[in-house]
């Protein structure tokens, strides 16, 4: 009998409305097996306004508030006076947030909140879309994806503009600590977040959550795809602490991209000279990581 | 009790002082600066022990104020104009999540185009939210104000939050000796909040949740009855501030010279002080003329609009905002109150000071005698430079 | 678990704050394949487990995967991750 590499308590209830085969559900389950029962998250619209069930149920072996999309960072630093304020030590407090929610409708408190220096953790499950509302583009879209308002058709070839590079928003910003995760490697995933709740100050994490739906697998292979998205260089894993660059998962030898893009029919309408544009566009992403890491080293 | 000379906004900033806020979260906008920057001050001195939220919106304050209270903090935050219709989305969210927090409003009419003066549009605007209102007519008024409305959204059976305001400039930024309560009779009168119906750090429920018609209409609900045990409950807490601090807020519609009036002018904020020194004038020429204030305009006062339309006297009700395709704000809620009044009084709605125009005694002359002399039309607004559709460039400009 | 809380609260009439778990619901019925789980290829690997969005499978006292029935909705990730290939996913009738 293995040993588990994760923490076995559980802190996500079952009976929750996940689609089958969420990547998002995933995200909360490791990140609270991380954190432990010592914690308060706070959500805004999002699949997982949907996901933690309705009214009087409630998915979360923890407290949870729900807050307005744009608003998750403003919601934790309200939370985390409040603990001050009241004397109550000892708390993690968690912004879990969309992608839509933090890069581009939140990504104003999201900076208010890492400016100003709250003591709090904000994780961004992404599953590249505004999948709560079904499948429209988001900031964190990745190129060429097909989304319902980037339809492939005529001249269209899906979304034409590159992700959003909210990891390289939230360096600017210089908080103690920020890392991807991807929901394909928990036990990366939770020694990060595991780091993260020992620090104190402002704490974000950047999770690959796939989609099933919205991406257009099948729900069996959720794991395959987020495997194949940092085992080919497209999502690598690392952390920023203090503003130094380490990756967490190092692949000397990638896959290619387009095994990645194959098991997905949001990608089935592309070229070969469109793949191969996109492996570029990684490779390139890569080195500058790897610039990111030595210079910083 | 110590006597000090201070502006509107200080009111405010010492007020939350007094209420023992754990938590201030604001965000900078004319003419509420000085009460955030008063309280960044008391803060940093340690006069205040609360935590001060440098939030980066106004929309980000109320999010902060909100989700403080919903662990049980006491929460303050301050507004005005832009930074209140920003905040809109949240106000429904304080009332929904049954959040307690107060909030001074600083009342500066709203764009397009700019303007930084008073007008009431910014508040009034957030009418439907579901958050007691209050309007000071001075800032003594506003310091006692705000203590009474943090007592009143606190109760467990209110759990609503109110809003302060109070005008823009006049109040704001103009000082008045303002007798300052002492700090032990302000917790008496102020007791810690209770925790009811809050979100337990240490117990995994969900405040705010995902609800289904099943469920949604009963919160609604819940919400309205809330409103409605806010006024009754208010003369009680009006009655514990008297006995303790020894000042009479006045209820919500405080009269003056009504019961013999031909024509009583229902006004807000600093209107009423203009207002009441042309009633004296006015009677010292044998008009028999009245005043009524409406400090609080939700829950509104409807029992005590009834009651005024009692006296017989026609009615006209000062708007410093409008409610476009209708009329004033405050006068379409006296004229419902006084639907089924029987004999129904004549009730007109005068618009006037929008944007900083002086509400003079000569306008509030005109207003008295516009209701004692005229039938004219149920809208009039009564300031205008030109009569509507006679405005020339050389009109406007000249 | 979350210390103190020996049951559930009653949701309070007028604020919105949920109080139930969501295990006191089932989604069984979103199911259209089930795991069916072969002991004798099982190599207790606890992968299944590990990658479960659904907290369907719970590891009994020698380590082999029980499926929780009330909750598992079918995805079907479990066979796929299953390194010996013990698990399959079986049409519901």
């Known amino acids: 009998m293995a040993k588990l590499t994760i923490p076995a308590e559980e802190l996500l209830r079952s009976g929750h409305s996940a689609c089958p085969g969420c990547g998002a559900a995933l995200a909360m389950r490791y990140v609270l097996k991380a954190l432990g029962p010592e914690t308060i998250v706070t959500v805004p619209a999002s699949c997982w306004t949907v996901i933690g069930t309705p009214y009087p149920t409630t998915a979360l072996d923890v407290p949870m508030l729900d807050n307005p999309i744009e608003a998750t960072g403003a919601s934790v630093s309200g939370l985390r006076a409040a603990l001050d304020a009241l004397g109550q030590k000892g708390l993690t407090v968690v912004g879990f947030a969309g992608d839509g929610g933090t890069v581009d409708i939140g990504l104003q408190s999201l900076s208010g909140m890492l400016e100003r220096g709250t003591d709090a953790i904000y994780v961004m499950y992404d599953n590249e879309a505004y999948m709560n509302t079904g499948i429209q583009r988001s900031g964190s879209t990745p190129s060429l994806a097909w989304t319902t308002t980037t339809p492939v058709g005529g001249a269209s070839r899906g979304k034409l503009e590159p992700k959003k590079d909210i990891m390289a928003i939230v360096a600017a910003h210089h908080p103690v600590y920020a890392a991807t995760g991807n929901i394909a490697f928990p036990e990366d995933l939770i020694k990060k977040v595991a780091k993260a709740k020992a620090l104190s100050g402002p704490r974000f994490f950047h999770v690959l959550a796939p989609c099933p739906p919205g991406w257009r697998y099948d729900a069996e292979r959720t794991i395959e795809v987020g495997r194949l998205a940092t085992d080919t260089h497209l999502f690598p894993l690392y952390e920023v602490e203090n503003d130094r660059y380490r990756i967490t998962r190092r692949i000397e030898r990638p896959k290619p991209v387009a095994d990645y893009l194959r098991l997905q029919g949001r990608f089935d309408h592309l070229r070969v000279e469109e793949v191969a544009s996109l492996q570029e566009a990684v490779e390139a992403r890569y080195r500058r990581l790897l610039a990111l890491e030595s210079a910083s080293a | 009790m110590a006597r000090e000379v201070l502006s509107g906004d200080y009111a405010q900033s010492y007020a939350a002082k007094l209420a023992r806020v754990d938590v201030v979260a604001a965000y900078p906008i004319t003419p509420q600066t000085s009460i955030v920057e008063k309280l960044a001050d008391l803060v940093v001195t340690g006069a205040l022990r609360a935590q001060y939220i440098k939030v980066e919106s106004e929309h980000s304050a109320l999010q902060a104020c909100v989700s403080a209270s919903a662990l049980g903090a006491r929460a303050y935050t301050a507004t005005s104009s832009q930074g209140l219709l920003l905040m809109h989305e949240l106000l429904h969210w304080a009332s929904g999540m049954r959040t307690p927090v107060v909030m001074g409003v600083a009342n500066r009419a709203v764009a397009a185009p700019w303007s930084i003066d008073v007008d009431h549009a910014d508040s009034m605007s957030q009418r439907d939210t579901g958050w007691i209102q209050f309007y000071a007519e001075s800032n003594q008024e506003v310091l006692d104000t705000v203590l009474a409305a943090f007592r009143l959204s606190e109760d467990e059976a209110v759990r609503l939050p109110s809003m302060v305001a109070m005008d823009a400039f006049y109040l704001t930024h103009t000082v008045e000796p303002v007798d300052v309560p002492e700090q032990a009779d302000v917790d008496r009168f102020l007791p810690p909040r209770s925790k009811v119906g809050t979100l337990d750090p240490h117990r995994p429920t969900r405040l705010g949740s995902f609800t289904s018609p099943e469920h949604y209409t009963e919160f609604r609900h819940a919400v309205a009855s809330a409103s409605k045990a806010a006024a009754q409950l208010a003369p009680t807490v009006e009655e514990e501030y008297a006995r303790i601090v020894g000042r009479d807020l006045g209820g919500p519609l405080p009269r003056y010279l009504t019961d013999d009036a031909d024509a009583i002018l229902v006004t807000m904020g600093t209107a009423t002080t203009t207002a009441r020194s042309t009633v004296d004038a006015l009677r010292a020429e044998g008009r028999k003329v009245g005043l009524a204030k409406l400090r609080r305009f939700r829950p509104f006062p409807s029992e005590e609009v009834r009651a005024l339309g009692r006296t017989g006297a026609r009615i006209g009700v000062l708007d410093r905002s409008f409610t476009y395709g209708a009329a004033g704000a405050a006068a379409t809620e006296v004229m419902a109150a006084l639907y089924a009044a029987s004999p129904r009084p004549l009730v007109r709605s005068f618009v006037a000071g929008l944007g900083g125009r002086d509400i003079t005694p000569a306008l509030v002359r005109s207003l008295y005698r516009h209701l004692l002399e005229e039938e004219g039309p149920e809208v009039v607004w009564a300031d205008l430079k030109v009569p509507p559709g006679e405005a020339t460039a050389e009109a406007l400009h000249g | ?93």
Do not use: H
């Open chain 3, 1 to 93: 678990m979350t210390a103190g809380l020996a049951s559930p609260l009653p949701p309070p009439i007028d604020t919105p704050l949920a109080t139930v778990p969501s295990d006191t619901l089932t989604t069984a019925s979103w199911r259209t394949f089930r795991p069916v789980i072969d002991r004798g290829l099982c190599t207790r690997c606890n992968l299944c487990w590990k990658f479960c969005p659904d907290i369907a499978l719970e590891l009994d006292a020698e380590g082999y995967p029980v499926l929780r029935e009330a909750f598992c909705k079918g995805c079907g990730i479990c066979a796929v991750e299953c390194p010996p290939k013990a698990i399959v996913m079986e049409k519901e009738v």
